[in-house]
Nanobody, 114 residues
Framework: VQLQASGGGLVQAGGSLRLSCAAS????????MGWFRQAPGKEREFVAA???????TYYADSVKGRFTISRDNVYTCYLQMNSLEPEDTALYFC?????????WGKGTLVTVSS
């Protein structure tokens, strides 16, 4: 599975962005999918995840109420990010997981100015 994240950019605090993660090579309908981020000088951290069915979602406390993860259950996962804060500035990575195997895409950069 190859994953390609897109949708990052520069936005002012309080603004919104929508990230997309497109899978190729095979469908990801049986994969749980998620988003992680890594800020400069920090370790990669969990942001949000969604089950293979789309029926369950999970969020880091720092983004609850502001970010929403969704998927189309075939090839694409999304992360709607609202009320962005400078602390959300990071390289965002999408992840697909199934059968004990993790797949990662290249990140998309989100920069939030104050």
């Amino acid at each position: 599975v190859q994953l390609q994240a897109s949708g990052g950019g520069l936005v002012q605090a309080g603004g919104s962005l929508r990230l997309s993660c497109a899978a190729s090579g095979r469908t990801v309908s049986r994969y749980a999918m998620g988003w992680f981020r890594q800020a400069p000088g920090k370790e990669r951290e969990f942001v949000a995840a969604i089950s293979s069915s789309g029926g369950s979602t999970y969020y880091a406390d720092s983004v609850k109420g502001r970010f929403t993860i969704s998927r189309d259950n075939v090839y694409t996962c999304y992360l709607q990010m609202n009320s962005l804060e400078p602390e959300d500035t990071a390289l965002y990575f999408c992840n697909a997981r199934a059968f004990g195997v993790d797949y990662w895409g290249k990140g998309t950069l989100v920069t939030v100015s104050s």
